[in-house]
């Protein structure tokens, strides 16, 4: 009764872990489906990444490793890429940078690749013998070594970020807004789990590794459940950022009348349009840098580069949606550069205050 009871554990623990992997890797699928921009391919990256891990953490916690040896360390190069793509990722999402992936980034992944080659090249007998004596056998140490260096990896790249970046160009009031507080606890909560990982690792405490394990779904749920939250969130950090960076100014040298009559032309050419439009092309097509161009953002309307271009993709949008022949919702966030219906929608409401279904029906039916 008791080894029943054992294996009902183990399996629900299983589906648990494995549910949470599915998942991540759906949710990746369907992003890359969706966006094709390149911030979005290292989201996707990350996504699926996350969904090994808890993949291989559900075949090794469990026991299950037994009958499929091959699957436990497959996950280890995606994720040392991965904390690489996030820091990039996270420079883009928040200082609105151009993602410049250094070849330095390619290392970790390639020498975990060079040490599993070993244990791949093993029968399934003699990996079930080294994930039997991993905390005994100098080989079993190295792996042990590469699933603790993969948290923190990741634990470096978000942390150099926020010492770098975040911590001192935020203002601590922005963490409290009603729309900022869900991502403000999950920020906190990833930071919490890959510490009690790392701590299991580190002083081979079980406990704490399946504790760290078995949180990770829930983190990945409540991140999708409200992501609607986290762009506003997102919007409110980047503003704060950038005007700390603009103490002392970059525009001394660059008449704001040259920009304005540039900025002029190309909105009239649509280049808002463009779904692959970002901070750097803008300035390139303007003739100045990409830190001028977004301070003269601020400076002359007080919101960033992506508030300047959604509002003319809005009136855009607008226009599309008064015309007598109707278009598809979709077809018109894509004809004025959004990549995503969601994401058209939720601007669209944010601006207008209702949504483009709704504006249509109003302007067919006015009161």
């Known amino acids: 009764m008791e080894t029943e009871s054992i294996s009902l554990t183990f399996l ?38 996350t969904g090994l891990w808890l993949l291989t953490g559900a075949f090794m916690f469990t026991g299950f490793y037994l009958y499929l ?4 360390f497959v996950h ?56 039997n004596t991993l905390t005994v056998s100098e080989y079993g140490s190295i792996l042990s070594g590469l699933n603790f ?61 399946k504790l760290s394990a078995y949180l990770l779904p829930i983190l990945m749920y409540f991140y999708y459940f409200t992501r609607e939250l986290w762009e506003p969130f997102v919007s409110d ?7 700390s960076k603009y103490e002392k100014s970059k525009l001394v040298s660059v008449p704001l009348e040259t920009i304005d ?22 300035a390139d097509l303007v003739g100045v840098k990409s830190g001028q161009l977004s301070e003269y953002f601020y400076k002359r309307y ?6 300047y271009i959604n509002q003319y993709r809005i009136e855009e949008a607008k226009r599309y949606l008064l015309e007598p022949k109707e278009r598809t919702i979709l077809s018109i966030a894509d004809a004025v550069g959004f990549n995503s219906k969601s994401t058209f929608n939720r601007v669209f409401l944010e601006k207008v205050g209702v949504t483009p279904t709704d504006f249509r029906k109003q302007s067919k039916h006015p009161k």
């Open 149 to 209: 260096g993969i948290k923190l990896s990741i634990l470096l790249s978000v942390g150099i970020f926020l010492i770098r970046e975040w911590i001192p160009n935020v203002v601590l009031s922005v963490f409290f807004t009603k729309r900022a507080i869900y991502s403000l606890i999950f920020i906190l909560l990833i930071w919490f789990d890959l510490l009690v990982g790392s701590i299991g690792f580190g002083f081979q405490i079980p406990f704490f590794r």
């Open 261 to 282: 009559q540039k900025l002029y032309e190309l909105m009239l050419e649509k280049v808002f349009c463009d779904e692959d439009l970002n901070l750097s092309k803008l």
């Open 69 to 72: 040896p091959v699957i436990v």
């Open 76 to 131: 280890i190069p995606f994720v040392f890429l991965s904390a690489s793509f996030l820091y990039h990722y996270l420079e883009h999402l928040f200082l609105e940078k151009e993602i410049k992936f250094h070849w330095i980034g390619y290392l970790p992944p390639i020498f975990s690749i060079v040490f599993l080659v070993p244990y791949y090249m093993e029968s399934n007998e003699g990996r079930i013998q080294i994930l």
């Open 302 to 307: 007080g919101f960033g580069f992506y508030q």
């Open 12 to 49: 629900l623990e299983f589906l648990w872990m494995g549910s949470g992997a599915i998942f991540c890797i759906i949710w990746s699928l369907s992003n890359l489906v969706k966006n094709r921009k390149i911030s979005d391919l290292f989201w996707s990256f990350i996504l699926f990444s």
């Open 237 to 243: 950090v980047r503003d704060n950022i950038q005007k």
